[in-house]
T-cell receptor, first 114, second 113 residues
Framework: AQSVTQLGSHVSVSEGALVLLRCNYS??????LFWYVQYPNQGLQLLLK??????LVKGINGFEAEFKKSETSFHLTKPSAHMSDAAEYFC????????????FGTGTQLKVEL | DAMVIQNPRYQVTQFGKPVTLSCSQT?????MYWYQQKSSQAPKLLFH???????NEADTPDNFQSRRPNTSFCFLDIRSPGLGDAAMYLC????????????FGPGTRLLVL
């Protein structure tokens, strides 16, 4: 079964600093990969997704992620953190040829400090 | 705006008392999903409907049922809620094909007393 691992359940950065949230996937073939953000007491919102069209994917709110097959990674980055980026971030995987079911990682809580 | 709506946002029920959570969508998507998200955990897929076809996850307890009377609505029924069923329940929709984005509602937080 495919899965994703998010390293670091909590990440803290200063406002204006680089944001790096890590996600590694486990799959025999490259899957579809997603990053979602969840603000407190709200549903999940898609930030970006990898569907094999391009390895560097740009998303909303200045986030981007790079698919690296050799490292089985799909890390999320943002050059400059903003206070409004404080939220929980989930990496998710969906198998190719297996419908559209998502399996989520355990999430990373991002804290942005002044 | 097209969206996924969940009612109520907060639901309190008693141990063993049946409860129904509702989800509606204006996106006209053919797939609807129900996820359970316990505190500080990842969302976990319970089941989904592809049009009228119901697909249950292997580890979803029998206590959880679902109905989809039409394209727009989907219900989650918990027949006899236990304390362990307290969670956020998220509804999502998609067009169903691979790689299609799932659109989530705001969730219903269930409290079991």
């Amino acid at each position: 079964a495919q899965s994703v691992t998010q390293l670091g359940s909590h990440v803290s950065v200063s406002e204006g600093a680089l944001v790096l949230l890590r996600c590694n996937y486990s799959s025999s073939v490259p899957p579809y990969l997603f990053w979602y953000v969840q603000y407190p007491n709200q549903g999940l919102q898609l930030l970006l997704k990898y569907t094999s069209a391009a390895t560097l994917v740009k998303g909303i709110n200045g986030f981007e992620a790079e698919f690296k097959k050799s490292e089985t990674s799909f890390h999320l980055t943002k050059p400059s953190a903003h206070m409004s980026d404080a939220a929980e971030y989930f990496c998710a995987v969906s198998p190719t040829g297996g419908g559209n079911k998502l399996t989520f990682g355990t999430g990373t809580q991002l804290k942005v400090e002044l | 705006d097209a969206m996924v709506i969940q009612n109520p946002r907060y639901q309190v029920t008693q141990f063993g008392k049946p409860v129904t959570l509702s989800c509606s969508q204006t996106l006209n998507h053919n797939v609807m999903y129900w996820y359970q998200q316990k505190s500080s955990q990842a969302p976990k897929l319970l089941f989904h409907y592809y049009d009228k076809d119901f697909n249950n996850e292997a580890d979803t307890p029998d206590n959880f049922q679902s109905r989809r009377p039409n394209t727009s609505f989907c219900f989650l029924d918990i027949r006899s809620p236990g304390l362990g069923d307290a969670a956020m329940y998220l509804c999502a929709t998609s067009q169903g094909q691979e790689q299609e984005t799932q659109y989530f509602g705001p969730g219903t937080r269930l409290l079991v007393l």
